[in-house]
């Protein structure tokens, strides 16, 4: 039976990278939006014109009870066994003027959407005893960034999370790893970073590409990655 991935975000550049891999692997693709549904959708269909399965779904992580009931209608179908909790938001402030909205928002979306979408899908998981959890984290949490307070808590906690939970479930036949990717181009970072910041920031001297992220997210979601769990994998091009 083909083993169902849910990728959350997958309708951004990373999370559309990570979805078009997982089908090329042959998972049935769950690629996830929360307002841009139709950009989910675009990414279902050219997974389809290309031979894989996938298909798209538009939940707000944010809102605890519809989240609920989006992934019981996802249950009803079946496990799902690999889970990319890949959504994230942020929302920029210096602390001292950062409001608590801000604060509030960023860890609601980017640690308990985490909490959300992982805690409901692992019973069935376990059940199958095979499973892969992977957590897109952020650079920003193991080295900090000005005005990301509230980002780089959440995305620490989310680590932390990582290394817990893997912990709960390693005897079961799943894993639980973090990706931390640094500045890869998409179109929020090209609004962040010109070519010269990226060139004093990164020893590699250049942006990652959303493809490399989601090459090392599939190693993870693979047989091949069975004895690495509770990992936090950082991919910055060298960034200290």
């Known amino acids: 039976m083909t083993r169902r991935a849910l990728v959350t975000g997958g309708s951004g550049a990373i999370g559309a990278a990570i979805c078009r891999r997982l089908a090329a692997d042959g998972y049935e693709v769950l690629v996830h939006a929360n307002t841009r549904l139709a950009a989910a959708e675009a990414v279902a269909d050219e997974i389809a014109a290309a031979g894989g399965k996938a298909h798209a779904l538009a939940i707000d992580l944010a809102d605890a009870a519809s989240c609920a ?3 019981e209608a996802i249950l009803a179908d079946g496990p799902v066994q690999v889970l990319v909790n890949n959504a994230g938001i942020h929302d920029d402030a210096v602390m001292p003027g950062m ?6 928002r960023v860890i609601d979306v980017n640690l308990n959407g985490f909490f959300r979408v992982t805690q409901p899908l692992l019973l069935p998981m376990i059940r199958t005893r095979w499973g892969r959890i992977v957590n897109i984290s952020s650079v920003a949490a193991l080295i900090g960034n000005r005005g990301q ?3 780089a808590a959440a995305k620490g906690a989310l680590h932390a999370a990582t290394r ?6 390693a005897s079961r ?3 639980v790893n973090a ?3 640094g500045i890869i181009a998409t179109d929020m970072s090209d609004d962040s970073f010109d070519a010269e910041a990226i060139a004093r920031l990164v020893p590699m001297k250049r942006s990652g590409r959303a493809e490399e992220v989601a090459e090392l997210v599939a190693f993870l979601a693979s047989e091949r990655a069975a ?3 509770g990992q936090i994998i950082s991919i910055n091009g060298g960034m200290a």
């Open 69 to 71: 009931d989006r992934i």
């Open 99 to 104: 409001s608590g909205e801000q604060w509030q």
């Open 149 to 151: 307070v509230n980002y």
């Open 164 to 169: 817990s939970l893997s912990l709960e479930v």
């Open 173 to 175: 036949g799943i894993t």
């Open 179 to 181: 990706v931390a990717p």
């Open 227 to 229: 004895y690495i769990t």
